[in-house]
């Protein structure tokens, strides 16, 4: 109950990729007087009544949150108070978020909203095993389309021979406009998506490797993929990447 | 881990002879993204890796924004932050986020950054790489009037400006969302049935 919710199709998501930003003019009468807006465009939200959960007409994919700009609705439960709450700590408030001033022009930000939870449609996965940190294990469009593809067969053959150890995970999926495929491998891997991090661990993997290939003993070689597991974990479990507001934004 | 991700188009059909339509293509025409990810260097077990794509599969997951939308800054100078300066109306401390050295910089980045903070803008400038167009434009106009922040402000391109305040309404966004799902153990949130009891408090309920 209080949840905004909203079946439109069209609220996929328009803020990142329709103007939704619009000019109005400088006179300041003009600025607070809603009215004289087209209203048209908004978009349809309902706030979920104990009736509609009485008939369950809704589910979570229909509960959206807002995007906060002119003329948003607030759910009408704690996140409300919350949304609220992280405007005014900031010196702001639903209706000064209104306007904004870009290039000496007051414009004001429209309202929208979007979605709390994706899902990815058509979704496949598969496992694969692999021998070589850079082996192919998908091909590519651009590797289909060249004329003399990469020849697979003697590290495919290498990978038969050596009893492959290395695991790989295949997905393909389709998302809707505005959703992040970042924010479903955070899910998925419950990792940090920050590029700085991947850095690290390609780095941490090709070092392992390098070990490995030096280390002529097979000791030597346990040792260090026990070490590059170790490396891994800790990086992974660093505090400031792991609280839910850190993680929105902690770069 | 490694990602390779090929994102391919869902509008690039096969191939055919162009021909003319009604509309012209602009942003939002997009019906989605078809991603192909290819992720390496797993340690799980197979069974755990299976078990953790069938719950997304089932389930989806929470639709963040991604970090790429708050830019290279971090938590320091992202672009949200910049976004709440330009709603506030504080053009100098907006422009003072934007020169805040971070992590991501590059050494000559770094330099420029430095050289903007002294108010040595001819130093900046000389520095600055061409792609950073926006920081460029506010070098030289504080070069030619190191007090006119909101003038330096405004020769930002709009678009730039507008990504920030997207970033702000993002950054909320995300916060609320982390409010929202946080009482709920997935997958207990697939049903608004579930929402009268955790939320008694509820002005309708």
Redesign the interface.
Known sequence: VGDLVSQSKSLIDQPLLSPDEETIPSDPAADHDDDTLPEAEEVDVHVVTEDDIVNARYTIRDVVLPLVGRNSRLPEHPTGEYIRSLLEERGLSLLSINDFERSGVRSRIRGHYRRIIEYPEAFTYRLARYTSPNETIQQTEINALQLHPRDDSASAAATEAQEAKRLALVIEFNLSPGSYATMLLRELMKEATDSSYHAELTAATAAADVTSRDGAAVGEKRRSDDLSGTELESVTKRPALEGPDGETITG | ????????N?LTPSPSLPSLVPEPL???H???????????????D?SV??A??EG??ST????????????????ES?S?LIG?Q????HWKAALDIMFQP???DRPDILQAKSAFQKGDFSAALQLLPSSMYSEIRVCEKLRSDPHDYAGAY?SIP?ST??IC??AF??????????????PYPFPA?????Q??EV?P?????
């Open positions: 881990v490694t990602l390779l991700a090929s994102d391919l869902l602009a942003m939002g997009l019906t989605g993204n078809r991603f192909e990810i290819v992720l390496r260097e797993i340690q799980s197979p890796v299976e953790a794509c997304l599969n989806g997951y929470v639709n963040y924004f991604g970090l790429q939308r708050f830019g290279r800054g971090g938590s992202g949200h709440l330009i709603f506030q109306a971070n992590s991501a405004h709009r400006q507008l305040v997207h309404q993002s950054f909320i966004f995300n916060l609320a969302t982390t409010h929202r799902c946080d949130l697939l049903t608004p049935r929402d009268r939320w408090s509820g002005r309708r309920g």
